[in-house]
């Protein structure tokens, strides 16, 4: 059974840091394509950070600079250091891994930690 496990939320101020992990089982995040997204209240799910099993990362326009996406594949684990947080950070941030074999999409997700950026 494949677990992905969000941790590392909370409330902070403006200004401050949170540092989120996503913890798999079951399956071997080191051949995934690991993607945090977030989704605030009313809105879509947006993309936030991804990572490739190369370490390539990409990062949405607005959190570049402040964000940084890491995996660390011996501990089957990816983490989003989030800094200068805003109150538009806040949400629930989900971890999401993916695969895709041949013509198969593989994808599995976290259940999600939530994010609280207020005085």
Same mark, same amino acid.
């Given at each position: 059974?494949?677990? /992905?496990?969000?941790?590392?939320?909370? /409330?902070?101020?403006?200004?401050?840091?949170?540092? /989120?992990?996503?913890?798999?089982?079951?399956?071997? /995040?080191?051949?995934?394509?690991?993607?945090?997204?977030?989704?605030?209240?009313?809105?879509?799910?947006?993309?936030?950070?991804?990572?490739?099993?190369?370490?390539?990362?990409?990062?949405?326009?607005?959190?570049?600079?402040?964000?940084t996406v890491s995996r660390d594949n011996a501990k089957n684990t990816v983490h989003l250091q989030m800094n200068s947080l805003k109150p538009e950070d806040t949400a629930v941030y989900y971890c999401n891994a993916h695969l895709r074999v041949l013509s198969t999409n593989n994808d599995y997700w976290g259940q999600g930690t939530q994010v609280t950026v207020s005085l």
């Open positions: 059974q494949v677990q /992905l496990v969000e941790s590392g939320g909370g /409330l902070v101020q403006p200004g401050g840091s949170l540092r /989120l992990s996503c913890a798999a089982s079951g399956i071997t /995040l080191r051949a995934y394509v690991m993607g945090w997204y977030r989704q605030a209240p009313g809105q879509q799910r947006e993309l936030v950070a991804t990572i490739t099993s190369g370490g390539s990362t990409t990062y949405a326009d607005s959190v570049k600079g402040r964000f």
